[in-house]
C-alpha cells in the first residue's frame, strides 16, 4: 500500500430518485484504490445553500427563530437559503439577507465551502461573513417558514449555544469560524473549494 492516499473511482451512476431540482438519490458502482469495487453506494444529491453570519452596524447578529423540520423544532438560525441554478453563492447569500431579514451589507468576507454529508455528498454549505449590514425594507422570504428576527450580541450567541438552541450542526460551524479569531481569519484567507 503505498503512503499517498488516493480517490474512488465512481464506474457508474443510476438515478433511483428524481424528485426535482430538490433532491436526486443515486446508486453508484465505485472502485476503491486497492481494486474492490462496491455496488450500490448512495449518493445523495441537494441544492447547495449559503450561509450567513451577518452582523448590523452595532455588531449585533442578525438570527431567525423559526422552525426546521428536520429536528423538529424551532431554533436559532442564521440567515440561510437555497443557491439558485448558476447564481454565485456570494449573489445568493446577499439575496438571502435581503429576503429572510430586509437587512444589506457591503462588507463580506468567504469563509468557505463544505460538504454537508462525509460519505453521501448531499449538498455543500457556502459560508459568509457579513458587516454593518442594515435594514433597507421589510423582509419577504416566500418560503413556507415563518419566523421572527432577532438581534443577538456574541455573548447571548454563546449562551443560546449553551442552552442548546441551535439545532442545526451548521448553524455551530459558523458561529465557531466567526468567533474564533484565529479560525476566522485563517478561513477568510483560504483559496476556494468547492
Not at 22 to 51: K, M, S, W
Not at 132 to 144: H, T, Y
Not at 149 to 158: D, F, G, N
Not at 159 to 168: M, N, T, V
Request: glycine share 8%.
Amino acid at each position: 500500500m503505498s503512503d499517498q492516499l488516493k480517490p474512488w473511482t465512481v464506474l457508474d451512476s443510476r438515478v433511483l430518485l428524481d424528485a426535482g431540482h430538490f433532491l436526486r438519490v443515486h446508486a453508484q458502482t465505485v472502485e476503491l484504490p486497492d481494486g474492490r469495487r462496491v455496488e450500490n453506494y448512495y449518493q445523495i444529491e441537494q441544492h447547495d445553500f449559503v450561509l450567513m453570519f451577518a452582523e448590523d452596524e452595532q455588531g449585533r447578529a442578525l438570527m431567525l427563530r423559526q422552525y426546521k423540520h428536520g429536528p423538529r423544532r424551532v431554533s436559532q438560525t442564521f440567515p440561510a437559503g437555497m443557491i439558485s441554478p448558476g447564481e454565485e453563492p456570494l449573489l445568493a447569500a446577499k439575496r438571502e439577507l435581503m429576503e429572510e431579514t430586509g437587512y444589506e451589507a457591503a462588507d463580506w468576507t468567504a469563509l468557505g465551502s463544505y460538504v454537508v454529508q462525509g460519505n453521501q455528498r448531499g449538498c455543500t454549505c457556502h459560508m459568509f461573513h457579513a458587516r454593518g449590514a442594515r435594514k433597507v425594507r421589510e423582509p419577504d422570504s416566500g418560503d413556507l417558514e415563518e419566523m421572527r428576527l432577532e438581534l443577538l450580541t456574541r455573548a447571548e450567541l454563546i449562551e443560546a449555544a449553551a442552552a442548546g438552541d441551535y439545532a442545526l450542526l451548521p448553524m455551530i460551524a459558523i458561529l465557531g469560524a466567526v468567533l474564533m479569531p484565529d479560525l476566522r481569519e485563517a478561513l477568510a484567507k483560504a483559496p476556494p473549494r468547492g
